[in-house]
């Protein structure tokens, strides 16, 4: 996996993976704050299209495919981020089952 792949996949985690499934979230808000950091962080705005492509669709998707498979409340609560993982179609052994 690339690294930039892997700075959005931890991003998303920390950002969206513990939102509950009913809280109401702007995808742009959060393409802008991932855009910020992802500059501090040193990932160039051309690589991170090349990778992941439009970064407002890629948190599109990984929202509603979270959303799609959300379990109740109290499991939400436990913050797993496996809704992500397997949004992001992440092909990594350490992430794996």
Avoid: C
């Avoid at 962080?41 to 998707?61: C, K, L, M, P, S």
Wanted: net charge negative; proline share 6%; charged share 30%.
């Amino acid at each position: 996996m690339s690294a930039t792949k892997e700075f959005f996949e931890t991003w998303l985690q920390e950002n969206v993976g513990d939102l509950p499934a009913e809280s109401e979230v702007s995808v742009a808000v959060l393409a802008q704050q991932f855009e910020q950091d992802a500059d501090a962080a040193g990932y160039g705005h051309e690589v991170r299209e090349d990778e992941i492509g439009d970064i407002e669709e890629a948190i599109a998707e990984a929202l509603s495919k979270a959303r799609a498979g959300a379990e109740p409340q109290a499991a939400a609560e436990e913050s797993d981020p496996a809704p992500v993982m397997e949004a992001l179609e992440v092909d990594d052994p350490k992430s794996g089952p």
